[in-house]
């Protein structure tokens, strides 16, 4: 189990980023609440994601804030607003990235909520307009990872701990906090 802080959640019930970049983001409702609901097979209450058959294996996204520092960084502008990544679950002190093709759980104080780690969420082209020119480029390997919802809970902002089957060593292993953030474009297997 590893202490790490769960920094925000990102709710909305439509699609913000349609059609091409140069026109603009659609105006859809999208909330960043305090605590979030999961129910397993389904995703979180209330997302554009859950329930859709399509996405059943990534209803549920993960971002480390520290990539989004990093890359603004990098290049060299002011921090981005990490609701314009619009990824579900934003973290601090997470390697989000080794938790691909890997369950885990989140647990917050209301008890664990586990997800299945899929592949990366790729980022899209959407992103040099909505945070900086070149992000699109710099967030590949670090854009978070899309997840499963195995089993049901709710989620909170604040500290929270995640836990990868396999026991202390291996989550410690895979889940270096110095690592959230950097680029990672294959795992070793």
Do not use: K, N
């Not at 990093?70 to 679950?89: K, M, Q, Y």
């Amino acid at each position: 189990m590893i202490g790490i802080e769960i920094v925000g959640f990102v709710v909305s019930s439509g699609h913000a980023y349609e059609g091409r970049p140069g026109d603009g983001p659609v105006a859809v409702p999208t909330s960043t609440p305090e605590h979030i609901e999961i129910r397993a097979g389904y995703g979180v209450v209330g997302d554009r994601y859950a329930g859709q058959a399509a996405h059943r294996d990534a209803a549920v996204t993960v971002l480390a804030v520290e990539a989004l520092e990093a890359v603004a960084a990098e290049l060299g502008v002011p921090p981005f607003d990490p609701v314009a990544a619009r990824r579900t679950i934003l973290t601090r002190g997470l390697d989000v990235e080794a938790l691909r093709s890997r369950e885990f759980a989140l647990d917050s104080g209301d008890g664990p909520v586990r997800l299945g780690g899929g592949r990366p969420a790729a980022p899209c082209a959407w992103m040099d307009v909505v945070l900086a020119p070149g992000a699109h480029a710099a967030l590949r390997g670090r854009a978070g990872v899309r997840c499963a919802a195995l089993g049901s809970g709710t989620l909170r902002v604040g500290p929270a701990t995640v836990t990868v089957p396999g026991g202390d060593r291996v989550g410690d292993d895979l889940l270096d906090a110095s690592r959230a953030g950097v680029p990672r474009r294959r795992l070793r297997a």
